[in-house]
């Protein structure tokens, strides 16, 4: 079965570590996104990417860096420098370089709990 | 600077009738709509689009129905079932533009159906 697996589930950190989020497709998208939700706020945009070797900051970078080294894997880091982490993260990936015409497919997502 | 909005945070509605979401969007450069469902602790779900191209789209029981001179959408579910509930989230895109590339989504509507 084809998917998008984002490991672990829940993670809890301490104030000014970093964290690392996994996430993994095997759907052979070339497009991943990483996005971030909190209540009222609907989801935000954090990184994308549209091909390997290649990212783009969306509206909520900062505090954020990812990598994209292989196709099936988009990998978030949370930084120190992140003010308010405590969230849940969703990974999501679509076939082609832009989400017109394919939508996007969703992990379930890792909640994040910083404290 | 909130470009998809969906100002009903919560909706009630009883089995068999008519739920309808709306969403209201300022970029004019959208082009293609998109909405989602999502369950608690899970990634969100497609369920149906729609380009600039068309004023309305059915799949099954749910239909999305376009305004563009409004920039306004909406979700029609009928008959609501109680399997419905959950966060219904809009979405949009661009095929040109700073929007290429990535959706942008609305806070979120809780749709609630009760037998």
């Known amino acids: 079965d084809g998917g998008i697996t984002q490991s672990p589930k829940y993670l809890f950190r301490k104030e000014g570590q970093n964290v690392t989020l996994s996430c993994e497709q095997n759907?052979?998208?070339?497009?991943m996104y990483w996005y971030r939700q909190d209540p009222g706020q609907g989801l935000r945009l954090i990184y994308y990417?549209?091909?390997?070797?290649?990212?783009q900051k969306g509206d909520i970078a900062e505090g954020y860096s990812v990598s994209r080294e292989k196709k099936e894997s988009f990998p978030l880091t949370v930084t120190s420098a992140q003010k308010n982490p405590t969230a849940f993260y969703l990974c999501?990936?679509?076939?082609?370089?832009?989400?017109?015409?394919?939508?996007?497919?969703f992990g379930n997502g890792t909640r994040l709990t910083v404290t | 600077d909130q470009q998809v909005k969906q100002n009903s945070p919560s909706l009630s509605v009883q089995e068999g009738r008519i739920s309808i979401l709306n969403c209201d969007y300022t970029?004019?450069?959208?082009?293609?709509f998109l909405w989602y469902k999502k369950y608690p602790a899970e990634g969100p779900t497609f369920l149906i689009s729609?380009?600039?191209?068309?004023d309305k789209n059915e799949d099954g029981r749910f239909t999305v129905f376009l305004n563009k001179s409004a920039k306004h959408l909406s979700l029609h579910i009928v008959p609501s079932q109680p399997g419905d509930s959950a966060v219904y989230f809009c979405?949009?895109?661009?095929?040109?533009?700073?929007?290429?590339?990535?959706?942008?989504f609305g806070q979120g509507t809780i749709l609630t159906v009760h037998p």
């Open positions: 999501a990936s679509s076939p082609s370089s832009g989400t017109y015409g394919s939508p996007l497919h």
């Open positions: 759907l052979n998208h070339d497009a």
């Open positions: 990417s549209q091909i390997v070797n290649d990212f």
């Open positions: 970029n004019s450069m959208f082009d293609y």
């Open positions: 729609i380009s600039s191209i068309k």
């Open positions: 979405a949009a895109s661009a095929i040109r533009g700073t929007s290429y590339g990535k959706l942008t």
